[in-house]
């Protein structure tokens, strides 16, 4: 008995593919995955958005990494890279984080500059 290639053996071997590995992948990922899915289809319909969409996920989850890096430092003084030193402004510090940051000098010019600016945009009103 001959058996011959089909595209319906063909479809089913890829869908049954396809469904072992989103199973693989974790509950977390779910939703990332389907926006890096959508991604790739719209990458050459909306090429500015899906760039402008790229571009935000990555600064919040560099955002959300540097939180984190303050968060569980123990030490008095925490050292930051010159990006992480730049993505001080998308973190809302309390100000015993301030202090721990003020040990290194970059840091700590970063600090008053962004100090000051959010000081001029407060008196400045709505």
Known sequence: MR???TPLLS????IRTIFQLFSAIKPEFVNLFKELCDEQVLANIESEAVKSRKKQRKLDFEVSELRLKIATSAGKNIVLSNREIRLLRHVELT?????????????AKK??????RYNTLSRAGP
Request: no cysteine; proline share 0%.
């Open 3 to 5: 058996i011959f290639y």
């Open 11 to 14: 479809s089913n071997v890829v």
């Open 95 to 107: 100000e015993d984080d301030k202090e721990r940051l003020r040990g290194s000098h970059k840091v």
């Open 111 to 116: 600090l008053e500059k962004l100090d000051g």
